[in-house]
């Protein structure tokens, strides 16, 4: 939730990062379609269990990192560039 308020709601950050921007407009489209898949399984554990679901949330999760610190090696840099 956290990058979505800044990936969504920052042309600034968009346009500074735009490799990381694409991939956090794929991981987030991916995470809404398993969210979508999920609402019909008949419970939690049983759609969590789904071939492959646990693999692409752990997929999802590892770019999210990346992209957080690409953008905190941004924030730094223009902090740097401010002193």
């Known amino acids: 939730m956290y990058l979505e308020s800044i990936f969504v709601g920052s042309e600034d950050i968009r346009k500074q990062l735009p490799a990381e921007s694409a991939s956090f407009d794929a991981v987030n489209a991916a995470f809404c379609e398993t969210m979508w898949s999920l609402r019909d399984a008949p419970s939690a554990l049983a759609g969590c269990s789904a071939p492959g679901v646990l ?17 905190d090696e941004c924030r730094e840099t223009e902090r740097r560039r401010e002193l």
């Open 55 to 71: 693999e692409g949330l752990l997929e999802m999760d590892e770019k999210l990192d990346r992209i957080q610190k690409s953008l």
